[in-house]
């Protein structure tokens, strides 16, 4: 059995005033390329994952939030090639400002319910059903 890497990264699950989600499509270049995800990023040494989400939706769309914002909902554990994935998932309904974005990656409003016709990283489409029950 082979030993992989932990990797902690922390995703947000960023809410509009319609119950829409925003889903953030990865940019070529970038490993997972052209499939859609939740804001969020790799947690940094001596970072927590809320600090990690108010850094990542900063840089990469632009928005502000606090940690009081950021309500934990769930968690994705996945076995990638080279590393296993374990990501908290937060809801966050207060935030400043319009995503806008950063990165050079696509935007995009999503009903919980259409979510599936978004392509998504593999640890990433288990969470879909907690939102629906939640929104």
């Given amino acids: ?28 270049g970038k490993t997972l390329a052209g499939l859609w995800e939740f804001p969020g990023g790799k947690v940094e040494p001596g970072e927590t994952p809320e600090e990690t989400l108010i850094r990542e939706l900063r840089e990469e769309i632009g928005v502000e939030t606090r940690t009081a914002c950021l309500a934990p909902l769930t968690f994705a554990s996945h076995s990638y090639e080279s590393f296993h994935l374990l990501m908290p998932l937060f809801v966050c309904r207060r935030f400043s400002g319009v995503p806008m974005p950063q990165e050079g990656q696509r935007l995009k409003w999503v009903r919980p319910q259409k979510m599936r016709d978004y392509p998504m990283p593999p640890a990433d489409e288990p969470l879909i059903p907690f939102l629906i029950d939640l929104l």
């Fill in 1 to 28: 059995m082979t030993v992989k890497p932990i990797l902690l990264v922390a995703a947000c699950a960023l809410v509009d005033a319609d119950g829409r989600v925003l889903l953030a499509q990865r940019p070529e």
